[in-house]
Nanobody, 124 residues
Framework: QLQLVESGGGLVQAGGSLRLSCAAS????????MGWFRQAPKKEREFVAA????????DYADSVKGRFTISRDDAKRIVYLQMNSLKPEDTAVYYC?????????????????WGQGTQVTVSS
């Protein structure tokens, strides 16, 4: 089992920044691809970003490219999502997730472990 706990969400004005954290416990964190997803009210869950084990590969949704950065600290067992130039449409509950391997990382169904989510609200 891998337990994931997100933090760092909150209320921010448009144009502002937030950094989300996802702390992992349990199995070998460094072996997992880590992803961030989000779900806005009345919308489907969508992929945001992913980072492979060893941080050799990253992937971003087009909507966040150039604004969000995913990173990981395997020693601390934490994955981060730095979010800059936030827009009201970024408002959602953000979830981190983990999976072994690096295929179909943009599909939520690929992931085995999920956190409980953290709310991000961007005001206009």
């Amino acid at each position: 089992q891998l337990q994931l706990v997100e933090s760092g969400g909150g209320l921010v004005q448009a144009g502002g920044s937030l950094r989300l954290s996802c702390a992992a416990s349990g199995r070998t964190f460094s072996a997992y691809t880590m992803g961030w997803f989000r779900q806005a009210p009345k919308k489907e869950r969508e992929f945001v970003a992913a980072i492979s084990w060893g941080a050799t590969s990253t992937d971003y949704a087009d909507s966040v490219k150039g604004r969000f950065t995913i990173s990981r600290d395997d020693a601390k067992r934490i994955v981060y999502l730095q979010m800059n130039s936030l827009k009201p449409e970024d408002t959602a509950v953000y979830y981190c997730a983990a999976v072994l391997g690096w295929t179909t990382v943009e599909r939520g169904e690929s992931y085995n472990y999920w956190g409980q989510g953290t709310q991000v609200t961007v005001s206009s």
